[in-house]
């Protein structure tokens, strides 16, 4: 079994980003992170934090930056909306592992690179309940410089 880190954020395929800010902060009380261009995933993501310190959850706002995006195609076939749940993960490579050998289709063999520099791999959505999941290990914490003596 994974360990269970938590849920890290929920995705939401939108066709823009305009606008969106209103919502999820200024009606629904998010803190805005602000937005990323992720080339790897063709995606423009806007985060917004919900949550008490320690048991944060982020919705991340997906708009596609081409029409060929895996995001783009989702919208097209079935509107906005929820696009994929990530839970975070630590050790990634061994957790593609075991979703592999629990029979489960994991789309990206080895992990990449998302929002943040998150490391993040997705398990197919026919093998779980229509619900695209992806794993995401967060980048690890820059070592505070070392002062010479
Ligand atoms: N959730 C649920 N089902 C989805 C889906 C999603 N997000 N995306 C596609 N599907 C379904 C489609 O509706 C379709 O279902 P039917 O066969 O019943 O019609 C099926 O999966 C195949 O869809 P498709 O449009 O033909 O697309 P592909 O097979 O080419 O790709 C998928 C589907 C999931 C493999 C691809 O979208 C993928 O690799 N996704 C992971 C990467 C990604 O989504 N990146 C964007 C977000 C990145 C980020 O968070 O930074």
């Known amino acids: 079994m994974i360990e269970n880190k938590g849920i890290n954020h929920i995705g939401i395929a939108v066709r823009t980003l305009e606008g969106k800010r209103e919502l999820y902060e ?8 602000g937005e990323e261009v992720v080339d790897d995933q063709q ?9 008490a310190a ?3 959850v982020r919705i991340e706002l997906l708009e596609p930056t081409n029409p060929t995006s895996p995001v ?7 509107g906005e909306g929820i696009h994929h749940v990530a ?7 061994e957790r593609i ?4 050998a629990a029979g489960l289709k994991v789309i990206d063999q080895t992990p990449r690179s998302g929002a943040h520099h998150n490391r993040i791999a997705f398990i197919h959505p026919k093998d779980t309940f229509g619900v695209l999941t992806e794993m995401c290990e967060p980048e690890l914490p820059t070592p505070a410089p070392v002062t010479p003596p």
């Open 72 to 78: 783009a195609k989702f919208i097209e076939k079935r």
């Open 54 to 56: 320690g048991h944060e």
């Open 97 to 100: 592992a075991q979703v592999q």
């Open 87 to 93: 839970f975070t993960v630590s050790n990634i490579e």
């Open 43 to 51: 995606v423009r993501v806007a985060f917004f934090l919900f949550g």
């Open 26 to 33: 200024g009606i629904l009380g998010g803190v805005y992170q």
